[in-house]
């Protein structure tokens, strides 16, 4: 009866030490898991939801309710100026809509860079700034980079003639923005019609160079902020022909003035050369 009790006990320890062994073998699984949660959840990126168009928009668009979802964006490198709430962009109510200035695709982040105020006309006005000028520029621009787009900036090159008659190429105006494309944006190596924002008078300069020459537009880098300055190129910097001074021959040098006298002799009359009084 012992021997049987004995047995009895052993085999409840080693049941009792099999099932301890067994929680603690799913404890560390769980403990594992769990620190696997905890780890994931700190590496997770924090996000939050802003408002997108829902369709490519272009300028002059109108951006209207039915345009625009939310979209989930990450909170650490979120855009300055977006909106993310229906509030912040119609503020004046969804029957007022804003008009796009830039152009936008689908998902793309909206900011208030992009659109005008609420009820904004749909013409250039909305697109100048207080003391600009909108102007239009016609100049022929190199095929190789394709047609010209709103808030790209170019430099305004100008060729004509000198008073002189020497024809030259002056570097006009750089770094100005585009703000809007008339006609056909696709056409390669033509003229192209672009409105830029300058000043008064930068107006008068401009109109000046298209009545009196030919202009040509050159696009600048989007990450370029140097500042270049004045560039002048003619004729002879292309051909490396010399300027040929044309000198006019020396005066001849006055002849030395000289004075005489008649003297008689009989009846012979004698030139004599004598001192000049002055």
């Known amino acids: 009866m012992k021997a049987v009790f004995g047995l009895v006990l052993l085999i409840g320890m080693g049941l009792a030490g099999f099932a301890v062994y067994m929680v603690k073998g799913y404890m560390d699984t769980q403990s594992a898991q769990l620190a696997r949660m905890q780890q994931r959840a700190a ?30 964006y990450a ?27 830039l152009p936008m695709q689908i998902n793309e982040p909206i900011m208030a860079n992009k659109v005008t105020e609420p009820g904004a006309s749909r013409g250039l006005t909305a697109l100048v700034e207080p003391g600009m000028r909108a102007f239009p520029i016609a100049g022929r621009v190199a095929s190789g980079f394709g047609a010209l787009r709103p808030n790209d900036r170019i430099d305004v090159y100008w060729t004509g ?17 585009i703000i809007a494309v008339i006609g056909d944006q696709e056409s390669r190596g033509a003229p192209q019609n672009v409105v830029v924002q300058v000043t008064p008078q930068e107006v008068a300069l401009l ?72």
């Open 43 to 72: 590496q997770a990126v924090a996000t939050v939801e802003i408002y997108a168009p829902t369709r490519a928009l272009t300028y002059g668009d109108l951006l209207t309710a039915e345009d625009v979802a939310l979209v989930t």
């Open 75 to 101: 909170r650490d490198t979120l855009p300055e100026g977006v909106f993310q709430t229906e509030e912040e962009l119609f503020p004046a109510g969804l029957d007022t809509p804003r008009v796009v200035v």
């Open 161 to 177: 003639q000198l008073r002189n008659g020497a024809e030259v190429t002056n570097l006009l105006k750089s770094g100005l923005q």
């Open 207 to 278: 109109t000046q160079a298209a009545n009196s020459g030919a202009l040509t537009l050159s696009l600048v880098g989007a990450g370029d902020v140097e500042t270049v300055g004045a560039i002048q190129v003619d004729n002879m910097q292309i051909t490396g022909e010399q300027a040929v001074e044309v000198q006019s021959a020396p005066e001849p040098a006055p002849e030395e003035q000289k004075c005489y006298v008649i003297q008689r002799s009989g009846t012979e009359r004698v030139q004599v050369e004598i001192e000049c009084s002055n």
